[in-house]
């Protein structure tokens, strides 16, 4: 017998675990930047985008439903800073 339940178990886990590492990098790359290349971006301060960034996380790790609302609104925040700075730098 075929076993959807697992296979969807396994899915939103793997999802939740790349979310995620998303919301991770995001962080990261948000902490090595210098408060001058958001500046140049035109976008939110350094500490403005920290805060939103380290609340995405700690969302995504307190909340483990990866559709969550509260995880979905993260990562549209952590993929927007990724857009935005990581996107103006080519």
Do not use: E
């Amino acid at each position: 017998m075929f076993d959807f339940a697992g296979v969807q178990g396994g899915i939103a886990l793997v999802l939740s675990v790349l979310l995620l590492i998303v919301k991770g990098f995001a962080l990261v790359d948000c902490l090595g930047r210098s408060p001058r290349s958001f500046a140049a971006s035109d976008t939110l301060p350094k500490q403005s985008w920290t805060i939103i960034l380290v609340l995405a996380l700690l969302a995504h790790l307190l909340f483990a439903q990866p559709l969550g609302l509260f995880n979905l609104i993260g990562t549209v925040a952590a993929l927007v800073y990724l857009a935005q700075l990581r996107g103006s730098n080519r």
